[in-house]
């Protein structure tokens, strides 16, 4: 080895706008004292999740928040459905509402888009990973009626004969956007019935061709995110299809030193909307361990 190889975090890596806000709303209500529940996961990270739970979040589903638990309630980025709000309401309970605006925008358009549909005798597709908190909050804008499509085959429950209005959970990938909406519009009897709205997130959909950039200049790479992560899994893949020596890591425990057995020049770390910066900065210490001592 011709000295310790270089190693680079990619800027543009860590939390996105909307994750970044409600951490941020999260901290500053934790600051007044009173306490703070999460209404699931703050963000699919177990590391940042640990840190702020060492600051007095606790994380909690909206069923299971004991009455005698006084502490105000966070909706996270993802968004919740109508009838948690309801329920927060009827309890009387105080609320820090964190959904990401990018989220309401769109619960706002698969509502008006349902009324729409219900109007003209239509139905609403969300493309979307199913149980995931986005896609269920979503899913209540609508009654609980859409159809929500993640794998081909969910679509045998399409009916041809009806306007689809199809939209996107914020964190899908493009390529499975565009292979979903090319099956709808082959299925559909009048292929104009399509109205596709793609409503995947800037802050993800600029990331992959960034990270592919990324991942081509550097010999090793490890992208550090959350094992629950929907957008770490998407940018994740993006990354090992340009690089095969792409490694994924929860934390810095996860990394192997066998990984930088060969000659290298340049290791690249990097991460999701919903990996902290903090953590990354982890990873590139512990790498620089290993590195010191081979
Ligand atoms: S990925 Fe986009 S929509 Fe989702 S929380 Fe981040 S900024 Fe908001």
Known sequence: MKGKPNIE??????????????????????????GLTSIGEIVHNEEEVERLRLKGLSTSALDRVHSSDEAPLLFRAHGEPPASYKKVKEEGRTLIDATCPVVLKLQQRVHKAWLQAKAEDGQVVIYGKKGHPEVT??????????????HPEDLEQLDPDKKVFMFAQTTMSQKGYAEIQELIRGRLSNPDNLMAHNTICGQVANRVPRLKEFATRHDV??????????????LFEACKTENSRTHFVAGAGDIDPQWFGSPLNSIGICGA????????????KAVDTILGKQ
């Open 221 to 234: 790479v490890i992208f550090v995110g959350g094992t629950r992560s929907s957008n770490a899994k998407v």
């Open 137 to 150: 909050g979503l899913w209540g804008y609508t009654d609980n009626e859409a159809l929500v499509v993640q």
């Open 273 to 284: 909307t919903s990996t902290p910066y903090w953590l990354m900065e982890q990873v590139e």
């Open 9 to 34: 975090i990619d800027s543009g890596s860590g939390f996105c706008f909307g994750v970044s806000r409600a951490v941020r709303m999260a901290e500053e209500q934790l600051e007044k004292g009173t």
